[in-house]
């Protein structure tokens, strides 16, 4: 299932073009040094800041400073990490909080308890800090898929569309499954849910890729390249965004995570490797950015 999207981007006729993305820039000192060397050489095509971490002021003042990049906001309304949280930028008296006055650790509890009002009220203020900073935006995506309802049914959909649709910023939603999931009930959620982006003239892609978030305990740096260059191989035509969570795997980012340094840093190598830049000439891939679809989108509206 495609869209129209890459036509209308002005791409050749089956085109296969991808976006890949950096998720998590902002979370920490090790995500913003992989993330913004990644961005400068032109090996990302964009990336998206948690703007509640405590590592976001450098991220949004790199973002500021460099306007001719690709930067995003990274809706966060969870905090899963053990010994290193955030909270909320509206505060710690919503519903947006656990027992300690944190992000909850796991979607189930957002979907549950979060209030819609508060929801709404939370993402706005993350994004408006990032234009108050200086952030040229070019798009909105979601840490942690907290916002699409996968767990309960549950999404917050109705308070981040109209958010994307009233800042002219598109949005990561998927159009299909294909390549990630044969569920035909998570297939007729997303085709409900593009249908309201779709009426809001908000743009999202045709597909969203990823690989497993951790390597298993002996897999290899090559067998992680060698699958995330069988899954460049794989990209069909349309748009398909791939993305990642590449971090310096140091002490900071072995305290803060409990799980995944060795991939981050594995993700971090991999997207300079001379062999995955060459699968992606290989394969003929169109590399584009977020901001070509903010572009489409604001030249649509009234």
């Known amino acids: 299932m495609i869209s129209d999207l890459a036509d209308r981007l002005g791409l050749a006729a089956g085109a296969r073009a991808v976006i890949i993305n950096a998720d998590d820039f902002g979370m920490c000192h090790a995500a913003n040094a992989a993330i913004t060397g990644l961005l ?8 998206t800041v948690m703007v509640p971490c405590a590592w976001a002021p450098e991220a949004l003042a790199f973002a500021a400073a460099r306007t001719d990049l690709d930067v995003g906001v990274h809706l966060v309304l969870t905090s899963e990490w053990t010994d290193y949280r955030w909270r909320p930028l509206t505060g710690s008296g919503t519903s947006l909080v656990d027992a300690a006055g944190y992000f909850p650790a796991d979607v189930l509890s957002i979907e549950q308890r979060a209030s819609d009002a ?3 009220a939370e993402v706005a203020a993350q994004l408006q800090s990032a ?3 200086g952030v040229d935006v070019t798009h909105l995506d979601n840490h942690m898929g907290s916002v699409y309802g996968l767990l309960t049914g549950r999404d917050f959909l109705a308070q981040v569309l109209p958010l994307a649709a009233r800042h002219g910023l598109p949005f990561r939603l998927p159009r299909s499954m294909e390549g ?4 035909a009930a998570l297939q007729a959620k997303l085709t409900e849910a593009a249908a309201g982006a ?3 003239g908000v743009e999202i892609i045709d597909r969203l890729w990823s690989h497993p978030f951790d390597a298993a305990p002996d897999e290899s740096y090559e067998q992680v390249r060698d699958g995330f260059i069988a899954l460049l191989r794989a990209v069909p035509a349309g748009v398909t965004e791939i993305y990642l969570h590449p971090m310096v795997d140091d002490d900071e980012l072995r305290a803060v995570v409990d ?3 060795v991939k981050r840093g594995h993700e971090l190598r991999l997207l300079s490797d001379p062999a ?4 992606i000439a290989d394969e003929r891939l169109v590399r584009i950015g ?7 989108q604001r030249s649509r509206r009234p």
């Open 118 to 120: 508060d929801v709404a």
């Open 259 to 261: 799980f995944g340094a």
């Open 131 to 133: 234009l108050d900073a």
């Open 198 to 200: 779709d009426a809001l």
């Open 40 to 47: 400068d050489d032109g090996h990302i095509d964009s990336a």
């Open 276 to 279: 995955v830049l060459q699968a």
């Open 290 to 296: 977020w901001r070509a679809l903010r572009d489409l």
């Open 180 to 183: 990630t999931a044969d569920d």
